[in-house]
């Protein structure tokens, strides 16, 4: 499957930003799907994860009450609403879908097999 992610930017503090991962080359509505962000140096970050239906989600601690993860299995396609956002979610987001069913915690990126190619969100103090 490819996964293509969009929607970063560069948005002052306190701002908003909803990001889009479109999924092409099969359905991807039975998978597990998340996001991760990286700041270079850094490793991959979990953000957010939800399931093949919509109905349970997950947040990092760091980003909860803020970020809202949904999917809409009808377009093919998963979101990521950011909102209050702060300079410490400046880096890429990354978009993943576990396609191969991978064993481990959803919030690991070890257990997602496909990723998107990543956007840029730059949040200005």
């Known amino acids: 499957v490819q996964l293509q992610a969009s929607g970063g930017g560069l948005v002052q503090a306190g701002g908003s930003l909803r990001l889009s991962c479109a999924a092409s080359?099969?359905?991807?509505?039975?998978?597990?799907m998340g996001w991760f962000r990286q700041v270079p140096g850094n490793e991959r970050e979990f953000v957010a994860t939800i399931n093949w239906s919509g109905s349970n989600t997950y947040y990092a601690n760091s980003v909860k009450g803020r970020f809202t993860i949904s999917r809409d299995n009808a377009a093919n396609t998963l979101y990521l609403e950011m909102n209050s956002l702060k300079p410490e979610d400046t880096a890429v987001y990354y978009c993943?879908?576990?396609?191969?069913?991978?064993?481990?915690?959803?919030?690991?990126?070890?257990?997602?097999?496909?990723w998107g190619q990543g956007t840029l969100v730059t949040v200005s103090s």
């Open positions: 993943a879908a576990s396609v191969s069913r991978l064993a481990g915690s959803p919030t690991r990126a070890t257990t997602y097999s496909d």
């Open positions: 080359g099969r359905t991807v509505s039975s998978y597990v």
